[in-house]
């Protein structure tokens, strides 16, 4: 396998696993000639964007997003479809906790020769977290990937920006009823596209009904009666592998009804434009951080802003002066 920005394109374009998780490092890289090398890769892997069904899945810690996505991926596989997750954790560098993406919590999909995991990568930071996935999303795209997963924690705004970047976006309920039901946010019920309750069997069946029947009521409550979807309450056992297929023929009817609506195109439309202006905004810090006379303005009005002498708009007014006018 070749360095070679552009015969790296050509052999990921065959599935080859090494020279895509080469791509992916190197879009991954903060180093600055392997992020222009990945964007040589990226425009010759153009014609290929968008070609895979892109799912968002998340949900609270202990819902069973692992088991959940071995049990939807190995599915898939079965089916002939070749699978890539990747994850948005902005989370892990920090906490030091369980890595999204982890391959020994899917052993089976991780063995497996249809799919692909790509672990998060630690960022530390969601800007940078986004722009990771998103050009790790295309890269699978060029890779021949039927189906790309993008998982993500249950926590902050990271749910937001796997939304921005999927077609449909899923969200892995725990089995409750009543005041449990008190603790999921209202803004997950408004951006998820589908609902699934997991962990539906054992003593834990009749509690997911009741939080299936009690989650419906809520979208009654949230959501508009005159809507292109109504999102959907399922629910499921991945352990048991018991009703994935039912998931995944909705995940095919969610995505049938925003294409007869017309909106599946102009979501990935405001996607397009979105990473742009998210882009735009990580290479405009950049370059304010590499400019000393704008990091010696910031460091100077620090501590008068901290203390209240300098309002912050007029500190900012004097930095963005300082490096426009070096």
Do not use: Y
Not at 311 to 316: D, F, H, K, L
């Amino acid at each position: 396998m070749t360095a070679d920005p552009d015969s790296l394109a050509a052999d990921v374009r065959t599935g080859n696993r090494a020279a895509l998780a080469r791509a992916i490092t190197w879009a991954e890289s903060t180093r600055p000639e392997h992020r222009a090398a990945a964007q040589t890769v990226l425009t010759a892997l153009a014609d290929c964007a968008g070609a895979a069904k892109r799912i968002g899945i998340t949900g609270p810690p202990g819902v069973g997003k692992s088991t959940f996505i071995e049990a939807l991926g190995t599915f898939l596989t079965g089916r002939g479809m070749k699978v890539a997750v990747l994850a948005i954790d902005p989370s892990s560098s920090r906490t030091q906790g369980s890595i999204l993406g982890d391959k020994t919590r899917m052993p089976d999909l991780a063995a497996d020769p249809d799919a692909f995991i790509r672990p998060s990568p630690s960022s530390g930071a969601l800007g940078g977290a986004g722009r990771k996935t998103r050009e790790a999303i295309l890269i699978c795209e060029g890779a021949g990937f039927d189906v790309v997963i993008v998982e993500t924690v249950g926590v902050g705004q990271s749910e937001t920006l796997a939304a921005d970047m999927t077609d449909t976006f899923l969200a892995l309920m725990l089995p409750g009823a009543g005041d449990e039901l008190q603790g999921v946010k209202k803004g997950i019920i408004e951006i998820a596209d589908i609902l699934v309750v997991n962990k539906a069997d054992g003593d834990n069946a009749e509690r997911a009904r009741r939080a299936a029947k009690d989650l419906k009521a809520a979208i009654h409550i949230l959501q508009p009666g005159e809507t292109v979807w109504q999102t959907p309450v399922l629910t499921c056992s991945a352990l048991k592998k018991e009703r994935i297929g039912e998931v995944w023929e909705t995940v095919e009817a969610h995505r049938a009804a925003m294409k007869e609506a017309g909106k599946f195109e102009a979501r990935r439309r405001d996607q397009r434009v979105s990473w742009l202006k998210a882009m735009l905004e990580e290479r405009v810090m950049e370059a304010f951080e590499a400019d000393g006379g704008a990091k010696d303005a910031l460091k100077r009005l620090e501590d008068d802003v901290a203390s209240g002498a300098v309002p912050a708009g007029a500190a900012a007014d004097e930095i963005i002066a300082a490096w426009r006018n070096p």
